[in-house]
């Protein structure tokens, strides 16, 4: 084994803050509030959902450990985990912040639409940056991919809203604006991402711009 796989990298860092986080969520605020709404009888179920979302994270952190994760990239992640956090923790005006509404629009759609824009960012990064696909298509499946990403969230609160009463988590309506969060966030990064690219393109083309081949000219529109 290598000297370099002892070393401790962004993302080893990165999981074990958010574990930290976590199990202090857990001690501090999920477990009394899943004994209030759901009841003793019932700690099975805390358990459960503490251990899957433990796995997920000791899954991503396996997946990912061998991958060059950029530090930005990190940082916007851990933004919106602490965006989620801090709705379900600060209070403003005496109301729970994801209850609170901001400019007509409650405070949880600001924080889906915050983590589509920065999933879309990292599937962009890891999945598609060097794909050889049109940029339409490329944009296509980014959005949609974001979406079915958030309709499994969605089906996991439709779960929550069946198995643990006073939830807050909301109904159908609720649903389908946090889904147009979604789109918004991811088609936001979409425009981010190709103008940030034609900037970039212009940028480098200010000389002789080189004949392109026919093929690679298509893949760029």
């Given at each position: 084994?290598?000297?370099?796989?002892?070393?401790?990298?962004?993302?080893?860092?990165?999981?074990?803050?958010?574990?930290?986080?976590?199990?202090?969520?857990?001690?501090?605020?999920?477990?009394?509030?899943?004994?209030?709404?759901?009841?003793?009888?019932?700690?099975?179920?805390?358990?459960?959902?503490?251990?899957?979302?433990?796995?997920?994270?000791?899954?991503?952190?396996?997946?990912?450990?061998?991958?060059?994760?950029?530090?930005?990239?990190?940082?916007?992640?851990?933004?919106?985990?602490?965006?989620?956090?801090?709705?379900?923790?600060?209070?403003?005006?005496?109301?729970?912040?994801?209850?609170?509404?901001?400019?007509?629009?409650?405070?949880?759609?600001?924080?889906?639409?915050?983590?589509?824009?920065?999933?879309?960012?990292?599937?962009?990064?890891?999945?598609?940056?060097?794909?050889?696909?049109?940029?339409?298509?490329?944009?296509?499946?980014?959005?949609?991919?974001?979406?079915?990403?958030?309709?499994f969230v969605e089906i996991i609160e439709y779960l929550v809203t069946l198995t643990v009463a006073k939830n807050g988590v909301?109904?159908?309506?609720?649903?389908?604006?946090?889904?147009?969060?979604?789109?918004?966030?991811?088609?936001?990064?979409?425009?981010?991402?190709?103008?940030?690219?034609?900037?970039?393109?212009?940028?480098?083309?200010?000389?002789?711009?080189?004949?392109?081949?026919?093929?690679?000219?298509?893949?760029?529109?």
């Amino acid at each position: 084994m290598n000297k370099s796989d002892h070393r401790i990298s962004s993302l080893d860092i990165f999981s074990g803050i958010n574990v930290l986080i976590f199990l202090w969520m857990c001690h501090g605020v999920y477990f009394d509030r899943f004994v209030y709404y759901r009841g003793r009888e019932y700690l099975w179920e805390f358990f459960v959902y503490a251990l899957i979302v433990l796995a997920l994270i000791a899954g991503i952190w396996k997946t990912m450990r061998n991958c060059q994760v950029p530090a930005w990239i990190l940082v916007l992640v851990q933004a919106g985990i602490v965006l989620h956090f801090a709705g379900g923790l600060a209070v403003w005006h005496e109301t729970r912040l994801y209850d609170k509404i901001i400019f007509q629009v409650r405070y949880d759609k600001y924080v889906h639409f915050f983590n589509s824009f920065v999933c879309a960012v990292v599937l962009n990064f890891f999945c598609f940056r060097n794909r050889p696909i049109n940029r339409w298509l490329k944009s296509f499946e980014l959005v949609f991919l974001v979406l079915g990403i958030g309709a499994f969230v969605e089906i996991i609160e439709y779960l929550v809203t069946l198995t643990v009463a006073k939830n807050g988590v909301g109904g159908y309506d609720n649903n389908m604006l946090d889904m147009i969060a979604n789109f918004l966030g991811s088609l936001c990064c979409v425009l981010v991402t190709r103008g940030a690219e034609r900037i970039k393109s212009n940028a480098r083309l200010r000389g002789i711009r080189p004949k392109e081949d026919p093929k690679e000219e298509w893949l760029q529109r």
